[in-house]
């Protein structure tokens, strides 16, 4: 169940502008309520290293990913959850991880497909391509 948890907040960025845009449900709007979708996911890490406590599990890797994603699309947002901060740093900070992420085999964006609305093109290159 928890697992479902993470996927629905994995599916959140991808989803939001794109398949609920008959929803009428944008990025704004999910921006605008992303400390509502944070909140408990910060409570809920407060007390627990990983996911399922003291042992990390694959559903530390998709809670991982959805919340690095958060935090690319809105780090002020993710800033002010100091839990979430505690367990993001914790996971990039495994040796493994770590070696992963200097290798030239990780590559942190594009993040999404290029029809997505957001994760395409970092804000700033999409915001400079609109501009000339």
Not at 40 to 48: I, K, M, Q, S, T
Not at 82 to 108: H, M
Request: charged letters at 25%; proline letters at 6%; hydrophobic letters at 40%.
């Amino acid at each position: 169940m928890l697992e479902q948890r993470v996927w629905q907040l994995y599916l959140m960025l991808p989803c939001s502008g794109a398949l609920v845009a008959a929803l009428n449900y944008s990025l704004e709007s999910y921006a605008e309520q992303l400390d509502d979708f944070l909140g408990p996911w910060d409570e809920f890490l407060a007390n627990r290293k990983w996911v399922m406590g003291y042992r990390m599990t694959y559903v530390d890797f998709l809670l991982y990913e959805a919340l690095d994603w958060h935090r690319e699309f809105k780090p002020e947002a993710v800033q002010r959850c100091r839990s979430i901060v505690q367990y993001l740093e914790r996971f990039e900070t495994l040796p493994n991880i770590r070696q992963y992420f200097a290798s030239d085999k990780y590559s942190k964006w594009p993040i999404l497909e290029p029809l997505r609305p957001w994760g395409y093109k970092k804000p700033q290159e999409r915001d400079a391509q609109r501009r000339s």
